[in-house]
């Protein structure tokens, strides 16, 4: 199986950081990454798809980079609707496989 | 708008058996792979299970920890979505959604949609 690791697993900030979440394939995924947002009792939603295409109507201070076995999920200023916990996903190969999730806390 | 909505969790006794139903619309569901992915109390995102469309035969997909045991399955004239887990663990208590996967229209719908779920709790 293809292991999913992010980092950090949690962390601190403050409205206006930018932050920066990374996550690491064990073997080469090309571009067969997603990004989720899950807030406290909410079902995740689906932030960036192909490694780095913005999900219709999410706001564009979301971004993904990467491809291969790297890849970042990146808030260019943090909002207080951003406070919650990220997941990333591979669909490249069975079974499918999410990273352990970021959890972005106020600081 | 698209709506997933999910069924049939409640509390089973270990080796019992539940049957999960995705009740989808707003959105041309036999174009569409499904799957269901879950979530123990507390704990990270598992993804269960997949099946493709009527296109590629309905073929699926499982995790290993639930292979076996679930059977995920479609009824496209009733856009429906069904999971049967027999056998039931106690590790298999969470909350299952049904997710939206790809299209044959297009490869912009890996899970984007999720529905809000369904608790099952298997204890004795």
């Known amino acids: 199986d293809i292991q999913m690791t992010q980092s950090p697993s949690a962390m601190s900030a403050s409205v206006g950081d930018r932050v920066t979440i990374t996550c690491r394939a064990s073997?080469?995924?090309?571009?067969?990454l997603a990004w989720f947002q899950q807030k406290p009792g909410k079902a995740p939603k689906r932030l960036i798809y192909?490694?780095?295409s913005l999900q219709s109507g999410v706001p564009s201070r979301f971004s993904g980079s990467g491809s291969g076995t790297e890849f970042t999920l990146t808030i260019s200023s943090l909002q207080p609707e951003d406070f919650a916990t990220y997941y990333c996903?591979?669909?490249?190969?069975?079974?499918?496989?999410f990273g352990p999730g970021t959890k972005v806390d106020i600081k | 708008e698209v709506q997933l909505v999910e069924s049939g969790g409640g509390l089973v006794q270990p080796g019992g058996s539940l049957r999960l139903s995705c009740a989808a619309s707003?959105?041309?569901?036999?174009?569409?792979?499904m799957d269901w992915v879950r979530q123990a109390p507390g704990k990270g995102l598992e993804w269960v299970a997949r099946?493709?469309?009527?296109?590629?035969?309905?073929?699926?997909e499982y995790a290993a920890s639930v292979k076996g045991r679930f059977t995920i399955s479609r009824d496209d004239s009733k856009n429906s979505l069904f999971l049967q887990m027999n056998s039931l663990k106690t590790e298999d208590t969470a909350l299952y959604y049904c997710?939206?996967?790809?299209?044959?229209?297009?490869?912009?719908?890996?899970?984007?949609?999720w529905g809000q779920g369904t608790l099952v709790t298997v204890s004795s």
């Open positions: 997710v939206r996967d790809r299209s044959v229209v297009g490869d912009g719908y890996y899970f984007d949609y």
């Open positions: 707003g959105f041309t569901f036999s174009d569409h792979y």
């Open positions: 099946i493709r469309n009527k296109a590629n035969s309905y073929t699926t």
């Open positions: 073997q080469g995924i090309s571009n067969y």
């Open positions: 192909a490694a780095s």
């Open positions: 996903l591979q669909y490249h190969t069975y079974p499918f496989t």
